[in-house]
Every structure is written in structure tokens, then in C-alpha cells.
């Protein structure tokens, strides 16, 4: 498996936009969500969800299973093939998390300073997060292909515990043992232990 990109597949542009694209509505959920609601002409009485989470948590899920797809393709193992697409759904969650970024000049007027600052701090969290998968994305797709992948490092500790053997390969191999040991014992009764028995002499005794 090839797990760089040495050549620009011409395919990958449009790819690229649709990623783009996809990236441009994590990062103004609601906005989208809102824009989407009023073109379907969808009362906010009859919508079935009325939340802008809906989109961050569909974005978020896709793109844990794209890492973790891509993962198992790079050659990793489940257990680290899921830690990484775990944390890349959490960081999908803070990249893709409803905030008004387009009413950002409006922080300066929160009137408590530890609020104020909790919503710089929640907002810079969410860029930086939203601009490390689109690096993820840019570099698969551009450069280093599987690459991108393997060198992610996974942070859960579950992700570089050894694999414990499968659990049908033990029976397997005891299911084996023993057709073997009765095929013995079939071609060569002599081996085998006879029951032990009473003499009628020593029973008369």
C-alpha cells in the first residue's frame, strides 16, 4: 500500500472543495442551520430539532469515522484505530460546537470580565481545533496520504495496550487438540488406559 501521495490526482480538486465546503459549515453551524431552516420555509413550532447541534454532532461523527476508516486502511490496529477516531470526534465537537463568530466583535461588551474571557477562551479553542483538521484533511489528501494517520498520535492509553488473543482461535485450537487426541486413541486402543476391574477370586475372598 502506497502511504504517500507522490502525485496530484486531478480528482482530489473537487474532493478538496467538497471538504471545504464542509469545513466552511462546521465553522458557522447555527448560521447554516438557521440559513437551511428559513429555506425549507420549517416553523420553528414544527421543526423536530431546533438546535444547531444537530449539525455539529453529524459532522463531528463523520469525521471520527473517517479517521477511524482510514486508520484500519494504514494497517493500525482496532484499539488504535479507535482512540484516534474517538479524539478526532471530540475534536470535531469543539471544531464544529454552535458560536457566533460573525457577532465576535460583541465579546468586548460583556460586562464581566470572567465571562468575557471564558468566551475568548471557548472561541480559540474551537479555531484551533477546527484549523488542526482541516490540516489533517489538506495533508492526506495533498501530501502524506495514510501517512497522516499513522504518525496521529492516540492519546488514550487503550490505544497501545497489546492485543489480547482471539477468543474462537483459543477453542479453535482446543477443538483441534482434541480430535487429535481421539483419532490416537482410536488408532492405537492398546494405549489407552483400561478400566480397572475386580477378579470374581479376590471378589469371593
Known sequence: MDKTRNSLDLWRIPILALWMAFFAVGLYPEWVYDQA??????AVQRAL???AWLVSLAWAGYMGWFTLARSREAGDSHASASAKGVQI??????AFMPLRLENLAE???IPVPAYRWIFYGTVGAKVIAWLYLVIVI???YLFSGY???IDMPALFPSAHEPEAPCADQDGLHTATHGVADA?????NPSKTEAPATIDSAEKER
Open 37 to 42: 431552516r428559513e429555506l425549507g420555509q420549517v
Open 49 to 51: 430539532v431546533n438546535s
Open 89 to 94: 470526534l471530540l475534536l470535531g465537537l469543539t
Open 107 to 109: 465579546i468586548q461588551y
Open 138 to 140: 489538506l495533508r492526506y
Open 147 to 149: 501517512k497522516t494517520f
Open 183 to 187: 483419532e490416537r486413541h482410536i488408532d
